[in-house]
């Protein structure tokens, strides 16, 4: 919804204003030629962002708490990225892949696989398409291994890997792909969602329920056929469908082992969780033994996006383990797969200079003490409410679930759409949240997903959380 010159300026700063239905090219009277993704109401024209604030045609001023989708890491407009980009738009914008390397590619992906132990890393520009690229990464190994008849995926319910026909198929949030379920591939499956909100047994322990969800995985494994399944792929941290579930501590390593045991490649989805923006490089670092280099939670392949370029270009990577590089040398020595804009310099420009930005000014430890401090006081103030059933998550990718009993966990229906009102209602108050809908069976629940820059400081955290609680009592006021 649109914010209206109807405004009040908060304590901190923060322009709050009332929501019209105005076009999206802001002026309210020229229809737009934009296929938006909804052609029924209009949308607030953003004109400029500063730090990590957003400023709209009619006046406001909006504390961006969403970063579009977890995209803005390190804020709008930081200067240092800005010159990074200009400078490679003024020495060279755009080179084949297939023909030539560029030095921003190489310095980025040297960086990215020394921090982390991986071995190679390829450049994409959004991440359905670095999602696509890691299924046929996956499919093509085992081609190169000697094993083509290992053509199955397996990923988990409630789960989002992308919008692409591939990711769609891989992924189960049932409300986005019902539409074009006659062409999805059949090759892909599903085992259940490590949720400890929703599928947690009472009474059991975090042992207990890894456990069951690795049996579960090397049964379906077995069950389709060890020798035919290619890959596993999960995000730590679910982010658009489930709103911010993290794993439970083991999870991880325990369903690397199962696949170790079945030959199967391990792939990790970090897509909206990733660089950073759990308080932890990459998410899977959080469960992986400290004691050891991380080789029991890393994953064979991991995607990648979002926060990596920070909304400065479009960028998503693909960081592939030593062993698979190494089957490849073996092999062919060449991956059948590319894109017009793979390994962009515009947007691997962007996402070192982000990259050195995180590092140099400590953004991944301050992202950890930021989330401690925004869930503990959701949790003082927000998850006491009639309707708020969870608050979850990790660092600065923090989700909340609005259920209609908490005791039941029942969700509301989608048709009372109660999470995008929440959304509009906190918008108005001055801050924009991502909302989505699905967390509870891919069909029904809600739930708000809190995920500012980086960079937010504790003031703006007051703030957010005092909006997303007025906006909460607003909407499901008994």
Not at 383 to 400: E, K, T
């Amino acid at each position: 919804m649109t914010a209206t010159a109807e405004s009040n300026t908060s304590a901190t700063g923060t322009t709050t204003a009332k929501a019209s239905s105005s076009a999206a090219n802001g002026s309210g009277t020229t229809p737009s030629s934009v296929f938006h993704r909804t052609l029924k109401t209009g949308l607030p024209m953003a004109i400029r962002g500063e730090g990590n604030y957003l400023y709209t045609a009619s006046g406001a001023k909006i504390l961006d708490a969403s970063g579009g989708a977890a995209v803005v890491s390190i804020g709008h407009a930081v200067p240092e990225v800005v010159e990074a980009v200009t400078a490679q738009l003024g020495t060279l914008p755009y080179v084949s892949s297939a023909l030539f390397g560029m030095q921003p590619a190489e310095d980025l992906a040297s960086q990215m696989c020394n921090d982390a132990g991986f071995g190679r890393a390829i450049f994409l520009t959004g991440g359905s398409e670095a999602v696509e690229t890691a299924i046929k990464l996956c499919r093509q190994y085992h081609v190169e291994n000697g094993r083509p008849e290992r053509t199955k995926f397996i990923a988990r319910e409630i789960s989002y890997h992308g919008n692409t026909l591939g990711a769609l198929a891989l992924g189960r949030h049932d409300r986005r792909r019902k539409n074009f379920m006659p062409l999805l591939s059949t090759e892909f499956h599903a085992v259940s969602p490590c949720n400890a909100y929703r599928f947690k047994n009472a009474g059991d322990s975090d042992d207990a329920y890894v456990a069951r969800l690795a049996a579960e995985l090397d049964a379906k494994i077995t069950e389709l056929g060890a020798d035919t399944v290619a890959a596993f792929f999960m995000e730590p941290i679910v982010g658009a469908a489930a709103g911010c579930v993290p794993f439970v501590p083991g999870y991880i390593r325990a369903m690397k082992a199962v696949c170790r045991k079945h030959g199967v490649l391990f792939c990790c989805d970090e897509i909206m969780c990733g660089l950073g923006r759990s308080g932890k490089l990459h998410a899977w670092q959080w469960d992986a033994d400290p004691n050891s280099d991380g080789d029991d939670a890393r994953p064979d392949v991991q995607t990648l996006g979002k926060g990596l370029c920070g909304g400065y270009a479009p960028l998503s990577a693909v960081l592939v383990a030593p062993a698979v590089v190494d089957v490849f040398a073996r092999g062919t020595g060449a991956f059948v797969n590319g894109y017009t804009f793979q390994s962009s310099g515009m947007g691997t420009a962007a996402g070192l200079a982000v990259y050195n930005y995180i590092k140099k000014h400590g953004l991944v430890e301050q992202c950890r003490l930021r989330g401690q401090l925004l869930v503990r006081l959701l949790e003082e103030s927000v998850l006491p409410l009639p309707h708020v059933g969870s608050v979850r998550g990790n660092g600065l990718f923090i989700g909340i679930e609005l259920v209609q009993d908490k005791e039941t966990k029942q969700p509301y229906p989608y048709a009372d759409k109660v999470a995008d009102k929440i959304g509009d209602a906190v918008l108005e108050r001055g801050a924009a949240v991502y909302y989505g809908s699905g967390c509870a069976d891919g069909w029904e629940g809600d739930h708000i997903m809190l995920c500012p820059p980086y960079t937010i400081t504790e003031d703006e955290i007051v703030f957010l959380v005092e909006q997303v609680k007025a906006g909460i009592q607003e909407v499901l006021s008994e």
